[in-house]
Structure formats: structure tokens, C-alpha cells
């Protein structure tokens, strides 16, 4: 396999780490009821990747998925069997970008930790919305604000960025303030 001739490279020497390739949501990637990304992971891959690289693969927890990759002996992690754990994760990556207003201090920092991971309804990707939302304002100098005002789940979130797209290409007669309020 071609991977398995490539050398070494350098920034994993030096580090004495491996180089990490992700596929994110193998189960997407069925065509016409077959996925050949996922047999060829299965088959020709993952077993002949060299030791400085490993695989990193997510997916829906579907048995064809689990079927096939099970002779590569995976370790599973499921967010619903971690739950706490991921709620913990999420915590202290909240802690981390809210921490910085100076306003979260004490238990006003572990009150917006815990509406925000309330609101973030443990999706990750939420929480990178967020993240990214929280440094824009902190470089423009401006206050948290409200946290209780934060977009609920991804729905949520996916609506106030429909909101911005929409406003900037509303027909002429259409108040924009009539769809920011919707």
C-alpha cells in the first residue's frame, strides 16, 4: 500500500507522537446501499497503516458500520455510555472560553458554564459555534452579555445563522426587523 512506503515525517519524530487521520461520519458516506470508504478501511487500510499513523473514525452506531470494522478490533466510545464524561469535557471547555470576561468569576463563571452546557445540549459542534461567537466579542472588547440569551441547541443555532443570511437578501418591502423578530 502506498501509505505504508511513505517515511516517517519529521514533525512526528520530533514529537514522538503520530499523526492522527480522522474520517468523521462513515455512516454518511453509503452510496447506493454500499460504502466503499468503509471497506476499504475495513480491508485494505487500517491494517496496513505504518506504526507513526493511526485512525480515528466516527459514526452513528449502526451494526453494518460495527460489522465490518469489528476484525480491526476498534475501541468504541459512545457518547451516550459517557455521557458524564462528556458533560465534564464540555464543562471545563466552557470554563476555558468564558473564562476570560471579566465578569466570570466565582459562581457567576459556574452559572454561565452550566446554562451554556444545558444550552449546548452536549453537541461539540455547538460549543465551537460558541467558542468562535465568544473570541469575536472579546476582540471587539465587548461583555459576555446574557448567557441565558445563547441560542438553544443546534437548532437554535442553525436559526440565528439563517436569520443572518436571509436578512441580507430580503426581497424589497420586507422589514428587517419583522424577520429578526420572528
Known amino acids: 500500500q502506498p501509505l505504508a512506503k511513505i517515511p516517517e515525517p519529521a514533525g ?10 480522522v474520517v468523521d461520519a462513515l455512516d454518511e458516506a453509503e452510496h447506493n446501499m454500499k460504502n466503499d470508504l468503509l471497506e476499504c478501511i475495513a480491508d ?28 480491526l478490533q476498534p475501541t468504541v466510545l459512545d457518547a451516550e455510555e459517557n455521557e458524564g464524561e462528556c458533560g465534564a ?34 453537541s461539540f459542534l455547538y460549543l465551537n459555534f460558541l467558542r468562535k461567537e465568544l473570541a469575536k466579542k472579546l476582540s471587539r472588547g465587548e461583555a459576555l452579555g446574557n448567557v441565558e440569551e445563547l441560542p438553544d441547541g443546534l437548532a437554535g443555532e ?25
Open 158 to 182: 442553525y436559526k440565528k445563522q439563517m436569520k443572518k443570511i436571509l436578512v441580507d437578501r430580503l426581497p424589497e418591502g420586507i422589514s428587517k426587523k419583522v424577520v429578526l423578530e420572528q
Open 12 to 21: 512526528v519524530a520530533q514529537t514522538g507522537g503520530r499523526l492522527l487521520l
Open 89 to 122: 469535557d464540555a464543562r471545563v471547555f466552557l470554563r476555558s472560553v468564558l473564562s476570560p470576561f471579566p465578569e466570570m468569576v466565582g459562581d457567576e463563571l459556574e452559572r454561565a458554564v452550566e446554562v451554556a452546557s444545558a444550552k449546548s445540549e452536549g
Open 44 to 71: 485494505d487500510f487500517a491494517q496496513k497503516l505504518p506504526p507513526w499513523c493511526a485512525l480515528l473514525v466516527t459514526s452513528r452506531p449502526e451494526e453494518s458500520v460495527r460489522a465490518a470494522l469489528e476484525t
